[in-house]
Each structure stands twice: as C-alpha cells, then as structure tokens.
C-alpha cells in the first residue's frame, strides 16, 4: 500500500514539476545557457513521442502483440494533417477538425491493416506490421503529387489560440507567438499527453481494458470465457493506431511541415519499441519514463554533450566516434539486449494481479 | 535487325524481358544466401535474427578492409577475391556464433517477445559499429572482377562475368548446404533439434552445440554474401543491412520459414519481382511491391510456398 501511495506521490511531483519547469522565470535560459543548446524546443517532441508510445503499448503492453509499424500511422496522421491545412489545397481546416480527422484516418487504416492479420501468429503479425510501415512509407514517399514527397507539405500554420485563453496565459508571461515561445506547444503537447495518459488509465480499469489483459495472458482462456479475441485485436490496432495518428498531427502542427516521409520508418517504430521495453510494457508510467531516457538521450544529453566537449575544445577535430549522437544505436541496442537479459520487465515494471487498478 | 552469331531474338521487348530475368535470377540467388541463414535459424530456436542482415553489412565491411589490404599487398585480384571468399564467412561465422553464446542463449527459456527484442538490439549495435567502420556515406566496393559481357554482343542479351561469379559461387554452396543437412550426421541432428528440441535432447544430441553449429553456417553463408554483394553491387554502406535484410528474410518466409529449398525458391521469385516490378512498373514501387507480396502470402498462405508439404524445418 504504500508503495503505491509513495508511486503517486512521485507522479505527482514529477508531473507538478512538468507544469511549472517553462513558469520559473529564466530557468530554461539559465539551462540552456550552460548546455550550450537550445533545449525547451525539444519538450514538444518528447512529449508527442510520449502520445505515440502510449499508443504502441495499447497493441504491445495490454494485448502483447508485436507491433513493429507504429511509424507508419505517426506519418500518416502527420500527412493528413498536411493535407487538410496546407495552402495548395482548398480545405485548410482548423487545428481541432485536423487533429480529429487525422486521428480517424490512422485509426481507419490501423483498422484495415488489422483484419487480414486477425489470422496471424507473433512472428508473422510483426512482419506484417512492419511490411505495412515500409509500404506506407514508400507510398508517402512516391505519391509526390499528393504529399509533396522528399519536399513535405508546408507550411502548416500554428493553431489558433481561443479569445478566453489569451488572458490567462498572457498573465502566465506567455508571448502569443508559436514560433517564438517554444512554451506554447509546449503546453499544447503537453495537454494531449495527459489526456491519453488519463485516457488509457480509464480504459485499463475498463470492461475492455480487462479483456485485453485476459488476453495477453492466455488468449484460449480467455476465448474461452467468451471473449472476442478477433474483435478485440482489432479495437487495440485501431485504437493505437488512432492515437499515432493523433500524435503525428501534433508533430506535423509543431514542426510546421509534415517533415520527410523517411522520418516515419522502421527506425521510429523501433526507437518508440525500445521506450516501451525499457521503462516496462503496459506500464503507462513507465513507457513515458522511457521515452524520457530514450529521447532525453537524442534530444537532450547527447547534443548537449557534443556541444559542451566542442566548447571546450575536448573534439577539436570534429571526429565522429568523440560525438555522443553517433553512439546512440549502440546504446539503445546495448540497453535493449542487457534489459531482456537481466530486467525483461523494464525499469517500472508493470504490477501484476491489480489490473483493477485499485491494488490490496 | 540482329546478327546470326548469337541467340536470336524476335524483338528488342523480348531481349530486355530476358535481361531483367538474369538481373533478377542473380539477386535472387544472392538474397537466397542471406535467406538460407534466417531460415536456418529460425527452423531451429523460432528466431526472427533481425541482426543477420546488418551481420551481413558487417561481412562487406570486412571484406572491404580486407580486400583493401591483400590487394595492396599482393597486388593481384584473384588472390583478393580467394582470401576475402575466406575469410569473410569465418568473421562472419564465428561474430554470429558470439551474438548467440552472449545474448540469445541465455534467453533460450523466455517469452518469444526477449530474443527477439535483443536480435534488434544486436542489429542497433553492428549498425553503429558498422557506422563506424565505414562512415555515414556509401562506399565503393573496389571492382576487382572486370565487368564483361559474357554473351555475344549482338545478341542483345547481358550476362556479365560477375552474374557468373553469383552463381559459380553461391549454386555449389546450397548444394553442399543441403548434402550438409540430408547426409552428414550434424545435419541429422539439426533436422531433429528443429523438430523437437526436447526430443532431440533425450536422444544423446547436444542441443546447445547444434544451435552454435546453425549460427556459425547460417553467419558463414551472410559472409559470402557479403562478398558477393560487394563484388557485384559495388556500393555498401552501414544502413544496407537491414534492407537486404528484410528482402532475405521476405524470402525465407515466402518459401516458407524453416524450409531450406524454399528460402532458395523464395529468394529467387522476390529477386525476379523486385527486378520486374524495377523495369516494368516503377523502380521506387519495387520495395513496396516487395512486401504486399509478403503480406499477401501470409496473409493466404502463411506457410508459405513450400512450408506445408515437408514437415523439416531445419
């Protein structure tokens, strides 16, 4: 008991600390002045990569399927969103309508890809998965009419901010401007994370949560005890799927353009998987503590780092093997293989025999 | 509108038609190689080796530093060729039989979900080692072998010395591979491992040993590809690993996984559709077309071409 109350408390401060880091007048200068590097830009996409973890751990962590193409549906959502905003074609909608129809076409498409591999077992679903996710990215890639192709869709214009938010976040000393106060997608990004974590927390202690669970344990018992494996697998794949779609939107609305369709390959539904291996599948906390590590060390540490050893001189050369962003597959693989040697439950491991959430 | 010297062709639609089957047959034959190891593999501990690919990289790296060596020592192109045909396969081999000892034994009894999640791993870290080794760009591979048409010039019809080295080298290695697995006593044993483990445990074979055994051939086999792949397409670079991974691996499983004559057959239809799809639709659709077939064929056929009519799995 309490160790879970010690847990919350953790979340708690972690998550009140989240909220006031962009608040504390001059902090962020004062950061980024000693690393060198302009960091509260990274935030947003940390916390959007957090969205899109939460989404592969509904397929991986709750129903412990192998979903290697979670990319895919990111781009997707990210090109719908491109379409529907762009100045070349005529829809141009609002941030909220994009958000909510890019959300429909990942989960549409997750939906489709789902039904033919109702049928398959582990090994053969993840190929599929990932024969899905280099499909969609040749196709984003080729359809340059309709994409842009190599050159993105751009640019995507900032959403509107409402008359009655104005007010109180001017008074919170935010600057109305997207492009030049990093803390506007910053709590923008922020929101929808908590709301998915909110979100899926429900979910877990629902009826479906539950089933999903069943599931992942023993998916002949729980056939057995009446569940509908075929449909549930497909509520899984379309919910993931939806939230990618919604994150990769967001990283579309944040980045301004629809970025390269080569960003959404293999590589990415690879680095979100390792997120999720290392801070423990189906635990929501730790999937986000994973993504903090994971893209705290590409985004964060590493260019910082690089940027402090060229500052004093310890890299004069420019050599790759003194820069900490070259090393970086080495240490995810590193810690991917020592994870599932010596800890294969991840660093916050997910508490079994309380899926109702309530715990003795 | 041709000479009478050489084959003759009613048209020019049919002389480009038998080009692209050649360029096809050779790539196939050279994914088959890749193939041959992931299916081995996965006949025996049920491994997706996502490594093997970039083992495979890891391979053209090495015969590219070593070639680079012998050839300045020596000089002479066919003895490069020689020693790289021998020495790749043993790096190859023995980096394999390690990743095995160190990483996927010890996960022998887990969830399916661990090695495979390692075999990624591993892959991330010959890719950074790979990044290393030869840089972030594409490098040459040198041409040690001249490039020439094997086939009379008026004929129409490309056959190149190193479309002969393909398969002069590879054709005699799967025959040996599968004299290796049907007759010699090893192979016995890998046939009955792949079965059943446990069975083959109580029946006196060392389990452990024949695992080791199947990654040291299935990493000699990537290694001469590796040499092939250099001698023939002339360009690596650290991120072609996976690609060609993915391509052999398509292969294995279209042959169904498991089966060694149908990882060959596999690789073969994959490099004739990848070479068809390159000339006769869209060379930037070839890679897509590529996995809507696999998705198809598991989708219907998830055993694979081959898979259900031999129960083998070695």
Request: charged share 10%.
């Amino acid at each position: 008991m309490s160790s879970g109350v010690l847990r919350k408390l953790a979340g708690l401060l972690v998550l009140a600390l989240v909220i006031t880091y962009p608040l504390i007048p001059g902090l962020n200068d004062k950061i980024e002045s000693m690393l060198g590097k302009k960091i509260g830009d990274s935030f947003p996409t940390i916390f959007i990569y957090g969205i899109l973890a939460l989404a592969l751990n509904v397929v991986v962590g709750y129903t412990g399927l192998l979903h290697l193409g979670i990319a895919a549906f990111f781009g997707i959502g990210a090109f719908t969103t491109g379409i529907l905003t762009v100045g070349q074609y005529p829809f141009q909608f609002g941030f909220l309508p994009v958000l909510v129809v890019s959300t429909m076409a990942a989960a549409l498409l997750g939906g489709i890809l789902c039904v033919p591999t109702l049928r398959l077992r582990g090994d053969y679903l993840a190929l599929v998965t990932l024969g899905f996710g280099l499909i969609t990215v040749t196709a984003l890639r080729n359809l340059q009419e309709i994409t842009g192709g190599m050159q993105t869709l751009n640019p995507i214009p900032p959403p509107k901010i409402p008359e009655i938010l104005r007010c109180p976040l001017e008074s919170l000393g935010l600057t109305m401007s997207w492009t030049e106060d990093y803390r506007l997608f910053y709590y923008l990004t922020l929101g929808y994370l908590l709301l998915v974590f909110v979100f899926l927390r429900n979910l877990e202690h629902s009826r479906l949560g539950r089933a999903w669970v069943a599931l992942r344990e023993d998916e002949l018992a729980a056939t057995c005890m009446g569940l509908n494996a075929a449909r549930l697998k497909l509520l899984a794949f379309t919910l993931a799927a939806g939230l990618a779609g919604m994150a990769g939107s967001l990283y579309a609305t944040k980045m301004t353009n629809t970025t390269e369709p080569t960003r959404f390959d293999f590589q990415l539904s690879c680095t979100i998987l390792s997120c999720l291996i290392l801070g423990g599948l189906g635990n929501r906390t730790g999937v986000l503590l994973g993504v903090f590590l994971v893209a705290g060390y590409d985004f964060l540490f590493a260019p910082a780092a690089d940027a402090w050893l060229q500052r004093n001189d310890m890299n004069p050369n420019d050599k790759g093997y003194l820069k900490f962003s070259m090393w970086n597959l080495m240490i995810f693989g590193l810690a991917l293989v020592l994870m599932m040697r010596f800890r294969s439950s991840g660093l916050l491991p997910k508490r079994r025999g309380t899926t109702t959430g309530k715990g003795a | 509108m041709t000479g009478l010297t050489g084959l003759v062709f009613a048209s020019a639609d049919t002389q480009f038609f038998i080009n692209i089957c050649i360029t096809g047959l050779t790539t196939g034959f050279l994914y088959a190689l890749i193939a041959l190891g992931y299916t081995m593999v996965y006949g025996i501990v049920e491994l997706i080796n996502f490594a093997h690919g970039d083992l495979f990289m890891l391979g053209c790296f090495f015969a590219l530093t070593l070639g680079g060596a012998v050839m300045a020592l020596t000089g002479s192109p066919m003895a490069t060729i020689a020693l790289m045909l021998l020495a790749t396969p043993v790096f190859c081999a023995f980096l394999n039989m390690l990743v095995d000892l160190t990483v996927y034994k010890a996960l022998r009894t887990a969830p399916k979900l661990a090695p495979l999640v390692s075999a990624i791993g591993v892959s991330f870290v010959f890719m950074n080692i790979g990044l290393f080794w030869g840089g972030s760009q594409d490098v040459n591979f040198p041409g040690l072998i001249e490039e020439r048409n094997l086939l009379a010039e008026d004929s129409g019809l490309q056959f190149t010395t190193t479309d002969l080295l393909v398969i002069l080298v590879t054709a005699p290695v799967m025959i040996g591979l599968t004299i290796f697995v049907k007759s010699t006593s090893l192979g016995k044993a890998m046939r009955a491992t792949a079965q059943n483990p446990v069975a083959a445990q109580l029946m006196g074979i060392n389990v452990n040993r024949v695992i080791a055994a199947t990654f040291l051939i299935g990493g000699a086999l990537a290694g001469i590809a590796s040499v092939i792949y250099g001698l023939k397409i002339k360009t690596i670079g650290y991120q072609m690993g996976f690609q060609n991974g993915l391509y052999a691996f398509t292969a294995a499983v279209l042959g169904g996984i498991g089966n060694i004559p149908g990882a060959v057959l596999g690789a073969i239809v994959i490099g004739m559709v990848y070479s068809l799809a390159s000339a006769y639709i869209d060379a930037r659709w070839a890679t897509a077309m590529v996995f809507v077939i696999l998705i198809t064929i598991l989708v219907f056929r998830p055993t694979g071409l081959l898979g259900a009519r031999t129960r083998e799995k070695v």
